[in-house]
T-cell receptor, first 111, second 115 residues
């Protein structure tokens, strides 16, 4: 199975609401990254959080990492219709030279 | 920089034909990745290169798939012969540092349809 697994698979909210997506993983990691994919496009990097960090912010994005629970969350505040996309977490475990992507959460923000 | 460039953007071919997908990474990036994305399997890493050398090809599904990186600015992914189950979107990505050390920049993808 995938190293990173996002939850929920799909999320639908109204513009202005906050959206929270979660990612769980199985092994020890060096870092965890979140990516966004708009329909028909390639993935775009959003934020990277290292294993020794607990929280990171970038604009309207807030990422947390709990290594004891092997989980991360991505919070998008004050969502906009343009945030509609699929969101993926990618983990790089300590013994691998590559990142592994989860199956993604599909976010729909209704105007 | 124009970002990662992939060609063609769309490819429709018949079963049994050879397919070649092309990628130009961002200049100066030492790592290049090929991914395949389908609804059933999600995003799968097929192979990645460091300084033009294949490092991990464990994700290449079959011998029908091959990838090359003859120089720092060009890579190809070849499928010969192609089969309908190869239909997917194929992404190329590059990064400056090691896989997962920092962000990967993805190309727009090639949508492959094998009839």
């Amino acid at each position: 199975s995938q190293q990173g697994e996002e939850d929920p698979q799909a999320l639908s909210i109204q513009e202005g609401e906050n959206a929270t997506m979660n990612c769980s993983y199985k092994t020890s990691i060096n870092n965890l990254q979140w990516y966004r994919q708009n329909s028909g496009r390639g993935l775009v990097h959003l934020i990277l959080i290292r294993s020794n960090e607990r929280e990171k912010h970038s604009g309207r994005l807030r990422v947390t990492l709990d290594t004891s629970k092997k989980s991360s969350s991505l919070l998008i505040t004050a969502s906009r219709a343009a945030d509609t996309a699929s969101y993926f977490c990618a983990t790089r475990d300590t013994n691998a030279g590559k990142s592994t992507f989860g199956d993604g959460t599909t976010l729909t923000v209704k105007p | 920089d124009a970002g990662v460039i992939q060609s063609p953007r769309h490819e429709v071919t018949e079963m049994g034909q050879e397919v070649t997908l092309r990628c130009k990474p961002i200049s100066g990036h030492d790592y290049l990745f090929w991914y395949r994305q389908t609804m059933m399997r999600g995003l799968e890493l097929l192979i990645y290169f460091n300084n033009n050398v294949p490092i991990d090809d464990s994700g290449m599904p079959e011998d029908r798939f091959s990838a090359k990186m003859p120089n720092a600015s060009f890579s190809t992914l070849k499928i010969q012969p192609s089969e309908p189950r190869d239909s997917a979107v194929y992404f190329c990505a590059s990064s400056l540092l090691g896989a997962g050390e920092n962000e990967q920049f993805f190309g727009p993808g090639t949508r492959l349809t094998v009839l």
